[in-house]
């Protein structure tokens, strides 16, 4: 089974909201990661989590908070974002053997409007 | 600038025909690619990968060939069926100095099959 899965499917904040995206995979992965997709666009990584730890930060602003509490969860906390973060959230896993040549995993998204 | 992109953002193919997406590297460096298919309001599905110490590698009905001495790497798709309508991305792994890494996706082509 190569599932992961991400709550909620479709999401609308104001820009004054806090809200938080959610992604469980049940595969035993280690490595987990959150991209950003705009329409018509490829997927954007945005960070990278390696046995929970935070381990690249492609410079997103701190309205971003992601949150890894422990090896099957990851979440992405969300405050005071702009209409322009409007976009589909995707959340990604892979083993993490430590080769770098690893195979990953996308959940659905999520599908984030910011009014 | 973007070190993976494609040639053509659309392409057109008659139903039982067969198909080839063609995506350019610039990363002389990178080791791992991947063929992701995306439908309409759904994540990334993996559909099949290439380590650089290999010229081609077939799944069932699809082959992904690279040529690392121009940087070029191609998904063919066999006898293509309505199912196959999807954006395809190629991707390669970021390959930042071990450890778990973030993929970096070519802009897609929109595979489009005529009945």
């Known amino acids: 089974d190569t599932e992961v899965t991400q709550t909620p499917k479709h999401l609308v904040m104001g820009m004054t909201n806090k809200k938080s995206l959610k992604c469980e995979q049940h595969?035993?992965?280690?490595?987990m990661y959150w991209y950003k997709q705009k329409a018509k666009k490829p997927p954007e990584l945005m960070f990278v989590y390696s046995y929970e730890k935070l381990s690249i930060n492609e410079s997103v602003p701190s309205r971003f908070s992601p949150e890894c509490p422990n090896s099957s969860l990851l979440n992405l906390h969300l405050h005071a974002l702009q209409p322009e973060d409007s976009a589909l959230y995707l959340c990604a896993s892979s083993l993490w053997g430590g080769v770098g040549q690893e195979t990953q995993y996308f959940g659905p998204g999520t599908r984030l409007l910011v009014l | 600038g973007e070190s993976v992109g494609l040639h053509l953002p659309t392409l057109s193919v008659q139903e039982g025909d067969n198909s080839i997406i063609n995506c350019a590297y610039s990363?002389?460096?990178?080791?791992?690619f991947i063929w992701y298919k995306q439908e309409s309001g759904k994540g990334p599905q993996f559909i099949i990968d290439?380590?650089?110490?290999?010229d081609k590698r077939q799944g069932q009905r699809v082959t992904v060939l690279l040529n690392k001495t121009v940087k070029h790497l191609s998904l063919q798709i066999a006898a293509t069926q309505p199912g196959d309508s999807a954006v395809y991305f190629c991707?390669?792994?970021?390959?930042?100095?071990?450890?778990?890494?973030?993929?970096?996706f070519g802009k897609g082509t929109h595979l489009i099959i005529q009945p």
């Open positions: 595969m035993g992965h280690r490595a």
């Open positions: 990363n002389s460096a990178s080791d791992y």
């Open positions: 290439i380590r650089s110490n290999m």
């Open positions: 991707a390669e792994n970021r390959h930042s100095g071990g450890g778990a890494d973030g993929l970096t």
